[in-house]
């Protein structure tokens, strides 16, 4: 038992005042003579035992008396150590996608956000925090329509960020008792291998627990061929349990363009073609309708007039391999020499190659380092015989490059760089056994560029950024067969197509992506992307012959985007959520043992609420006092 204001305890000595009351009687009796006393020797006798019995109640009854009033007011009561330390709480609601999973009537995310407001004490103070936001030190009061307008997102935070965000809301008090509430479906993703470890707070976690597993999720979409006339679209779906078929339309803009059904095999996985026209501008959505999580039942793409990519090479070597990998259908390539190279032109290319020029005009280095610095991409591909000085005066613009000495020594191509971003995609696997290009003549680099492709000596072949490309040997039929290995197709492809960052069909939400629109913008504008009434201005860069568009934190919802210059419109864009949370993957909560695990919200807070539970108990003692009062009453009638 422990006192509110144990202080008024020292009353007690109090009780010493009747005790000596009671023991040292002040009064002195007199002898009075009598005649007869022998009558009444026996009744003064037991007169005296009666009186002294009811004294003796008298006192303890006023001790006890005294003593359940002095308790009473001391407070007394019954509580655990948890229930007299000031209480934080703060609570995570998982609002990912994986929360769009059906209840009885509603969703996992709806039915949590309904138990909250109806278990939180009105008045009392917590934070809550979400995959999206923050609401620090509130009140139900204060965030109830938050709660009820929350919105889904693609973003899941992990365990440990969890904990580690929640930590960071707590005060810097070490006497209060510390609540962590983590309230999810616990999907797999949310697993991390560190877990905060710190013991002062008690963590909580509800799961919640769909009645329905079961989604058919639209995982992706590409052009699978493309002709003369048509191109094929094929979409990539998947299913959490086993079906058959489900319907699949295709969509432009509002507007059904094709129809069909999706046809699962016994990996649950399934694909469906559509066919369509080639130079058709199509704001595209595919979309089914299943019963499980509502945001991947649709994918957004965009088929645009394809801006074609400018390349220009420069010299008199022949260039009719670059010709074959430059198509017209996506580029605009064009050759020059020297000697009839117009300077003011190179602005407007994306890419240009030096294809083994002997020697490099001081004009011309000072023109290709004005063209770099507006985001033009350039090759440098030397001859067999070169001015060195010439060379390295464009060089050591890049990278602090320098050409130093030729070797007349025959060298292969073995080493390649397969994480560099010049190719990725390329290889399906890592190529260990393959006929090796090789070169008769090359030229030693000094560079601080990262290596692409490497001799077997370890010297560069081919080294640079996503910008400026360095090769250390010529590449002509007389020097060397690259141009007949299969490698030559990707390298100088990826080169071109990385000058002029085209829109893909899709991008995915949450992901940096960046897109490049070949336009030249008058001074102070810039461009909006706009879908309906949602518009944003993204992160843009303007050069003499591009736009470069970054987006990262925008656009936050999926769908089809419009990119103006003004009101006229540029590009079509298409945003896609990641489909990490269709694939209902949950977490074994036995692992988690550790924690203290709840079914419901409801019983959460039942349990905090015992643990918070103070059990007063003075009121027992004013009882108490009260009856002892009444038996000193009754005492004093009825005792003689």
């Known amino acids: 038992m422990q006192f509110k204001y144990p202080e008024l305890l020292w009353a007690l000595f109090l009780l010493l005042i009747p005790l000596f009351i009671h023991l040292f009687q002040l009064r002195k009796f007199k002898k009075t003579p009598f005649t007869n006393v022998k009558l009444l020797q026996k009744v003064v006798a037991e007169s005296r035992r009666s009186n002294s019995l009811k004294k003796w109640l008298l006192l303890f009854t006023r001790m006890l008396l005294l003593t359940a009033l002095i308790i ?12 007299l330390q000031e209480k934080e709480t703060v609570i995570y609601l998982d609002n990912s996608f994986s929360m769009q999973a059906k209840t009885e009537n509603t969703t996992l995310l709806d039915d949590a956000v309904q138990n909250l407001i109806k278990e939180l004490p009105k008045n009392q103070t917590f934070s809550l925090f979400t995959n999206t936001k923050v609401f620090n030190e509130v009140t139900l009061k204060d965030v109830q329509n938050d709660l009820l307008t929350l919105d889904y997102t693609e973003k899941q935070l992990k365990l440990n960020e969890i904990y580690l965000k929640a930590n960071a809301l707590y005060t810097s008090e070490e006497n209060t008792f510390k609540n962590t509430v983590v309230i999810s479906d616990f999907q797999q993703r949310m697993a991390s291998k560190t877990i905060d470890s710190i013991s002062t707070v008690k963590k909580h976690l509800v799961l919640l627990d769909s ?42 803009a509002e507007k059904l363009i094709a129809k069909t059904a999706a046809s699962f095999n016994k990996n649950k996985k399934a694909k469906v073609n559509f066919t369509l026209p080639k130079n058709e501008v199509i704001k595209g959505k595919i979309e089914i309708l299943d019963g499980g999580l509502t945001y991947d039942n649709q994918l957004y793409f965009n088929i645009d007039a394809k801006d074609k990519i400018k390349v220009r090479a420069i010299g008199t070597a022949n260039s009719t391999y670059l010709k074959r990998i430059f198509t017209q259908d996506e580029f605009q390539f064009s050759a020059n020499t020297l000697t009839n190279l117009n300077y003011s032109t190179l602005n407007d290319q994306n890419l240009i190659v030096l294809n083994e020029l002997e020697t490099i005009p ?74 090796y290009p090789k070169v008769l003549h090359y030229f030693k680099a000094k560079t601080n560029a990262r290596n692409m492709l490497s001799f077997q000596n370890k010297s560069q072949f081919l080294f640079g950024s996503d910008q400026v490309f360095i090769f250390t040997a010529s590449i002509s039929s007389k020097n060397s ?18 000058s002029l960052k085209l829109p893909e069909l899709y991008t995915l939400l949450g992901s940096m992506a960046k897109i490049e629109i070949p336009i030249k913008l008058a001074k102070d504008h810039i461009l909006k992307v706009v879908r309906g009434d949602y518009e944003f201005i993204p992160q843009q860069r303007s050069f003499s012959n591009k736009t470069s568009l970054t987006f990262y934190e925008h656009p936050t919802s999926d769908g089809v985007y419009s990119v103006k210059d003004d009101k006229t419109v540029l590009k079509n864009l298409s945003f896609n959520y990641p489909r990490a949370e269709s694939r209902l993957n949950y977490m074994n909560m036995e692992s988690l043992s550790a924690y203290n695990s709840e079914k419901t919200i409801a019983s959460l807070f039942q349990n905090l609420q015992k643990d918070a539970t103070v059990n007063e108990l003075w009121k027992w003692f004013v009882i108490l006092a009260v009856l002892f009062m009444v038996t000193e009453v009754l005492i004093q009638k009825f005792i003689k």
């Open 481 to 498: 067969n690259f141009k007949n290995s299969p490698l030559i197709v990707p390298t100088f492809y990826n080169m071109g197509m990385n």
């Open 362 to 435: 001081t004009a011309l280095s000072t023109n290709l380092k004005s063209f770099t610095d507006n985001g033009g991409s350039l090759v440098i591909v030397p001859a067999v015989k070169i001015d060195l000085d010439s060379y390295n005066q464009l060089l050591s613009n890049y990278f602090s490059t320098t050409y130093t000495q030729g070797f007349n020594k025959e060298q292969q191509i073995t080493d390649i760089s397969f994480s560099h971003p010049l190719f990725r995609d390329v290889f399906e696997k890592k190529v260990v056994n393959f006929q």
């Open 211 to 252: 009645q329905n597993s079961e989604n058919v999720s639209l995982d992706s979409v590409f052009i699978n061929n493309s002709g003369s006339d048509n191109i094929e679209l094929t979409a990539l779906l998947s299913s959490s349990f086993t079906i058959e078929s489900i319907p699949v339309s295709l969509f432009n």
């Open 72 to 83: 009473a007011f001391a407070q007394p009561f019954f509580a655990n150590k948890s229930a």
